[in-house]
T-cell receptor
């Protein structure tokens, strides 16, 4: 079964420290992985997608198929990075066998202290 | 450009009452979704729609019904609310079913529902 695991409910770091939010997935095919972010009182929005290999707001994430991981990293955390982060997996046949959809992890709350 | 708009923003219901949550998108997206967000559970898909007039069950559909009479609107109904349905509900839309490179999900601001 497809599954996304984010082992940390809460991650607290100091400003300027490196941060890594862990995400592991279970999927038999070739998945598409995403990171979504929800800042306080704002809607969920897409942060990163593995296929684009981009860096957004200093964050990067590399898909490691051997370890089935898609960890989100930033070398120097900022206070404005404090938010809820969700890792998500997209693949065909998640429901009904013929339709694709996003499966979300349970989320990690990042708190960056001054 | 409003994007995805959800109404109402907040609601308190008594057990057994019914209500409808409205989701409207102005991006001409084909696909729409209803998720619920609970502490420690992340986002779970309730129902989704691949186009006007079609709906399908997601991961946690029990106790909910949906309708997509118009392409821009996706309604989530609770016929007889239960305390277990206390949650934050998010609507989302995308131009394609799979949230791929060119079609990430666009989310609404959420509806906070409390059932007493």
């Amino acid at each position: 079964a497809q599954r996304v695991t984010q082992p940390e409910k809460l991650l607290s770091v100091f400003k300027g420290a490196p941060v890594e939010l862990k995400c592991n997935y279970s999927y038999s095919g070739s998945p598409e992985l995403f990171w979504y972010v929800q800042y306080s009182r704002q809607r969920l929005q897409l942060l990163l997608r593995h296929i684009s290999r981009e860096s957004i707001k200093g964050f990067t994430a590399d898909l490691n198929k051997g370890e089935t991981s898609f960890h989100l990293k930033k070398p120097f955390a900022q206070e404005e990075d404090s938010a809820m982060y969700y890792c998500a997996l997209s693949g065909p046949g998640n429901y009904g066998g013929s339709q694709g959809n996003l499966i979300f992890g349970k989320g990690t709350k990042l708190s960056v202290k001054p | 450009n409003a994007g995805v708009t959800q109404t109402p923003k907040f609601r308190v219901l008594k057990t057994g009452q019914s209500m409808t949550l409205l989701c409207a998108q102005d991006m001409n997206h084909e696909y729409m979704y209803w998720y619920r967000q609970d502490p420690g559970m992340g986002l779970r898909l309730i129902h989704y729609s691949v186009g006007e007039g079609t709906t399908a069950k997601g991961e946690v559909p029990d106790g909910y019904n949906v309708s997509r009479l118009k392409k821009q609107n996706f309604l989530l109904g609770l016929e007889s609310a239960a305390p277990s349905q206390t949650s934050v509900y998010f609507c989302a839309s995308s131009p394609r079913m799979r949230s791929s490179y060119n079609s990430p999900l666009h989310f609404g601001n959420g509806t906070r529902l409390t059932v007493t």
